[in-house]
Structure formats: C-alpha cells, structure tokens
C-alpha cells in the first residue's frame, strides 16, 4: 500500500523536516502525486474528501434518474440520460483518484453504503417535479463548479486532473438546466409557477452545499494551508449568489429571500440566515429522502454482485489462460 510504504518513520505529522519539505512544495505550486512523500493528514484529508465528492455524484444521479422515464420529450430524455451518464463517470473518475492513496474500491464503497462516509447534502432532497431537474442543472451543478473549478489547481495530481474535465461537463449540465428553466420561465403561468416553486425548494439547499460556514469548517485552515482548498466555504458561497441572483431576475423569478439585496458598498448581495439545524439533520440522516437514497444504492450493490463476481472469475481466466501461454 502506498500509505505504508511512505509513512514518516521519523516523528509525528507535522512536526518534521519532511513536514517542512512538503509545505515548501505547495507554496511552491508543486504539484504533490501518488508516490511522492506526504503527510499522513494531507493524506486522510484527501481520501475524505475525495471520497465523499465520488459518493455525491453516484448518489446524485438518484434525483434525476427518477425524472428520465417521464421527461417531457425525446430530446430531453436524452440529454438528462446522458447527464445522469456522466455523474457515474465522475464518481469513477473520483473514485480511482482517491485510490493513488492507498485505499480500495471496495472500502469506499463499504463505507458509503454503511452510513460512514457523507455525501452531499443536497440529494437528500427529492425531484417533485420537471422543473426540478431543470433547477439541479442551473443550481446544483452551478453550485458544484463554482466549488469545482478551484479544485482543478489543488496539489494533489490525480484530483486536480480528474476535476478539469468533471468541470467541463458540469458546465453543460448547467447549461442545460438553464435552458430548461428558461423555456419554463417563459411558458405558460403554470410553467413559471412550477420553475418559481423549484427555485423556492432548491435554493437554500443549494447554499448549504458549500459547507458549514467559515467559523464551524472544521477542516478548513489545514485545506487551505495544504492548497487542496483554494477559497473558504463562506467565499465560495458568496460567490454562487452574487453570479446566480442576476440569472434568475433574468428569468423573472424571485429568490425565497427577503432579506436578499444588493449591497452597492461591497458589490455583493446580502442574505439571509441559512438553517444551519437543517443542514444537521440532513447530515445526521433525517433529511427528506436520507434513508430511501441509502437503500437504492445498498439495492443496486447487492443487484450487481453477479457483475462483480462475474468479471472476478473473468479475470481470473485471462490470468490462467496467460500462465498457460507462457509456460508452453
Ligand atoms: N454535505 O470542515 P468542513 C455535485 C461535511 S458534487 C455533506 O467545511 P471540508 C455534482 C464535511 O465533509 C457535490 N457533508 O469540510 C452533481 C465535514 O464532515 P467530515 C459534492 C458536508 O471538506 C451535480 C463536515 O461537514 N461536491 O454536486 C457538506 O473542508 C448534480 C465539516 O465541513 C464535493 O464533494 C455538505 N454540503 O469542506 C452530481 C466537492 N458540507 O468529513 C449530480 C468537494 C460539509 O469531517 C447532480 N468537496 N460537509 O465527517 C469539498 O469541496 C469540501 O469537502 C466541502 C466541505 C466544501 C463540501
């Protein structure tokens, strides 16, 4: 395993002369890959996070996937089948990052479906109509690449390359639910009503994806000093607002908000107060749709055993028929 083959013999993490070497790397813009020398916690932080960005879009293409069997027309149902697509591929390309660390597949994925391991708080939340899918587009995936894109100069190789064309796909997952928000916004009363009632579901939820704020982040300072993070929670957040209010005057609708206002000293939009004891709820599992998502993933694990026992037992025949070749 990586991790015991390049564990500091020497002292504790953090207190030593490789400690120092490492932290000059990063200042340095470095970038750090699997077989260079890294501290245990540099290490742990990664898999968590890494880990639980991959649980989130395999878990993410729950919401969705429920709307693919009733989306309006052919050429959306093709598009949201391709976006829900992608997520897998995300959560692939995630998962095999976070495996240079030196941790399996199979404990990753052992942790998700035992409750361990978080995932996003946002797919707790259900898709109760077709302009839902239309505000996880324009909100969501906007969400996930403001966060996202910072992530492409994180120090760590394996996640910063996997994340330059996660975020070229998120891109046109955003596009795509603006655009359907828009062909809401402008239909009929009962179109604008449906697009208005997802905004109201799915913003504050939206902001809560950022995490805690600044003050209770714990692992913030050691994220940002290590340059895996690039901005704050807090920042981030900030960020989203002031780029997706504008989007959604555009679309005539109103943000659920009524402190929401424009603050010409500092050019940023104000807020509300986020629900911070919602946020632990749906963290500590009591969120909306918590326990029905944990139980179709733990389904389909168990539906796709014979895969995995399958392509167990063909590899195993490859390797036989191999050593048979060469042994002749
Ligand atoms: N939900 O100290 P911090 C997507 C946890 S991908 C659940 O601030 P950190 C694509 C946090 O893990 C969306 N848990 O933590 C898509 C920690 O718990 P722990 C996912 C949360 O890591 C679109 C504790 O709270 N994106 O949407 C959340 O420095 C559409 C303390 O928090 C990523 O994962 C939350 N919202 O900052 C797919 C991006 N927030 O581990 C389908 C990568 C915090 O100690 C459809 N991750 N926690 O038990 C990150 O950037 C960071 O991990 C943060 C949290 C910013 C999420």
Same mark, same amino acid.
């Given at each position: 395993?990586?991790?015991?083959?390049?564990?500091?013999?020497?002292?504790?993490?953090?207190?030593?002369?490789? !400690?120092?070497?490492?932290?000059?790397?990063?200042?340095?813009? !470095?970038?750090?890959?699997?077989?260079?020398?890294?501290?245990?916690?540099?290490?742990?932080?990664?898999?968590?996070?890494?880990?639980?960005?991959?649980?989130?879009?395999?878990?993410?293409?729950?919401?969705?996937?429920?709307?693919?069997?009733?989306?309006?027309?052919?050429?959306?149902?093709?598009?949201?089948?391709?976006?829900?697509?992608?997520?897998?591929?995300?959560?692939?390309?995630?998962?095999?990052?976070?495996?240079?660390?030196?941790?399996?597949?199979?404990?990753?994925?052992?942790?998700?479906?035992?409750?361990?391991?978080?995932?996003?708080?946002?797919?707790?939340?259900?898709?109760?109509?077709?302009?839902?899918?239309?505000?996880?587009?324009?909100?969501?995936?906007?969400?996930?690449?403001?966060?996202?894109?910072?992530?492409?100069?994180?120090?760590?190789?394996?996640?910063?390359?996997?994340?330059?064309?996660?975020?070229?796909?998120?891109?046109?997952?955003?596009?795509?639910?603006?655009?359907?928000?828009?062909?809401?916004?402008?239909?009929?009363?009962?179109?604008?009503?449906?697009?208005?009632?997802?905004?109201?579901?799915?913003?504050?939820?939206?902001?809560?994806?950022?995490?805690?704020?600044?003050?209770?982040?714990?692992?913030?300072?050691?994220?940002?000093?290590?340059?895996?993070?690039?901005?704050?929670?807090?920042?981030?957040?900030?960020?989203?607002?002031?780029?997706?209010?504008?989007?959604?005057?555009?679309?005539?609708?109103?943000?659920?908000?009524?402190?929401?206002?424009?603050?010409?000293?500092?050019?940023?939009? !104000?807020?509300?107060?986020?629900?911070?004891?919602?946020?632990?709820?749906?963290?500590?599992?009591?969120?909306?749709?918590?326990?029905?998502?944990?139980?179709?993933?733990?389904?389909?694990?168990?539906?796709?055993?014979?895969?995995?026992?399958?392509?167990?037992?063909?590899?195993?025949?490859?390797?036989?028929?191999?050593?048979?070749?060469?042994?002749?």
């Amino acid at each position: 395993m990586y991790s015991q083959a390049l564990q500091d013999p020497t002292g504790a993490d953090g207190a030593g002369p490789q !400690d120092d070497r490492f932290q000059a790397r990063i200042d340095a813009e !470095d970038r750090i890959e699997p077989n260079d020398w890294m501290p245990d916690a540099y290490r742990r932080t990664l898999i968590r996070q890494i880990s639980q960005h991959a649980h989130s879009e395999i878990v993410g293409m729950l919401p969705e996937g429920n709307w693919i069997t009733r989306a309006p027309t052919l050429r959306r149902k093709a598009a949201l089948l391709a976006k829900v697509q992608d997520e897998g591929g995300h959560g692939l390309y995630l998962y095999a990052a976070a495996e240079t660390l030196g941790v399996t597949r199979e404990e990753l994925v052992e942790q998700l479906l035992t409750g361990r391991a978080k995932y996003s708080s946002i797919f707790n939340y259900p898709t109760l109509s077709w302009a839902d899918i239309g505000a996880i587009g324009w909100l969501v995936d906007g969400a996930a690449i403001m966060n996202q894109i910072p992530l492409c100069r994180c120090s760590y190789g394996p996640y910063a390359r996997s994340m330059i064309r996660i975020c070229k796909e998120e891109s046109f997952h955003q596009r795509q639910g603006f655009e359907i928000m828009t062909v809401l916004a402008r239909g009929s009363a009962e179109q604008q009503a449906m697009a208005q009632d997802a905004l109201n579901r799915w913003w504050w939820p939206s902001l809560m994806m950022f995490g805690p704020p600044d003050q209770q982040s714990q692992h913030s300072d050691a994220s940002m000093r290590w340059k895996i993070k690039r901005f704050t929670n807090d920042a981030l957040r900030q960020k989203f607002i002031d780029a997706t209010v504008p989007q959604g005057h555009f679309l005539g609708l109103t943000f659920p908000d009524p402190v929401l206002r424009h603050n010409a000293a500092s050019g940023h939009w !104000d807020f509300g107060t986020i629900d911070w004891d919602e946020f632990r709820r749906v963290l500590a599992g009591d969120g909306p749709c918590n326990r029905e998502r944990l139980a179709a993933r733990r389904r389909a694990h168990e539906e796709g055993a014979w895969v995995r026992e399958a392509a167990l037992a063909h590899a195993a025949r490859q390797r036989a028929v191999a050593q048979q070749r060469e042994a002749e």
